[in-house]
T-cell receptor, first 113, second 112 residues
Framework: DGGITQSPKYLFRKEGQNVTLSCEQN?????MYWYRQDPGQGLRLIYY???????QKGDIAEGYSVSREKKESFPLTVTSAQKNPTAFYLC????????????FGPGTRLLVL | GIQVEQSPPDLILQEGANSTLRCNFS?????LQWFHQNPWGQLINLFY???GTKQNGRLSATTVATERYSLLYISSSQTTDSGVYFC??????????????FGKGTKLSVIP
């Protein structure tokens, strides 16, 4: 089946710890995105990547980092600099030159201990 | 930046009823999408609709880009329609990258 997978489903972070969220897609999409969702809110863009080895900051990039070493993978690291990391994190992808529908993964819930 | 406002914020329907959700946006956009987020958090794209009207089963959507709004119609609602409906607009940030700006959503509860 083609789609987007995210892992883990739940993640717990301790004070001062960096954690990495995984996002993998087998849709052969060029573009990938990371969003953050807080309770009762819409999604906000953290980072996006149009092609391998390239990525751009979104609206709320502070305290996060990403890499895009492979077309299929776009991991997100939540660093200790992110002071309020508790949220639901969603990864998405889209084909660059086709209709720009974004397809979403099932999400990762990050909780701070 | 662009503003996206959705109304109503909350909606409770009896099963079988019809409803209309509205999305207003503050500036010209390249495109507009409607999503449904189920109670487990999964987002599903419903419509990709820059203008005009599209229908998919009991759902239909209309976007009037010149007046900067879009409507999502749900007919004969079912309990499985419950969840949050998001409108998201695409702005062209240049270099072929399309970024979505989301509204805060309409939370729909369909009761038996």
């Amino acid at each position: 089946d083609g789609g987007i997978t995210q892992s883990p489903k739940y993640l717990f972070r301790k004070e001062g710890q960096n954690v990495t969220l995984s996002c993998e897609q087998n849709l052969n999409h060029d573009a990938m995105y990371w969003y953050r969702q807080d309770p009762g809110q819409g999604l906000r863009l953290i980072y996006y990547s149009q092609i391998v080895n390239d990525f751009q900051k979104g609206d709320i990039a502070e305290g996060y980092s990403v890499s895009r070493e492979k077309k299929e993978s776009f991991p997100l690291t939540v660093t200790s600099a992110q002071k309020n990391p508790t949220a639901f994190y969603l990864c998405a992808s889209s084909a660059m030159w086709a209709e720009e529908t974004q397809y979403f993964g099932p999400g990762t819930r990050l909780l701070v201990l | 930046g662009i503003q996206v406002e959705q109304s109503p914020p909350d909606l409770i329907l009896q099963e079988g009823a019809n409803s209309t959700l509205r999305c207003n946006f503050s500036d010209s956009v390249n495109n507009l999408q409607w999503f449904h987020q189920n109670p487990w958090g999964q987002l599903i794209n419903l419509f990709y609709i820059p203008s005009g009207t599209k229908q998919n089963g009991r759902l239909s959507a209309t976007t009037v880009a010149t007046e900067r709004y879009s409507l999502l119609y749900i007919s004969s609602s079912q309990t499985t329609d419950s969840g949050v409906y998001f409108c998201a607009v695409e702005r062209d940030s240049g270099a072929g990258s399309y970024q979505l700006t989301f509204g805060k959503g309409t939370k729909l509860s369909v009761i038996p």
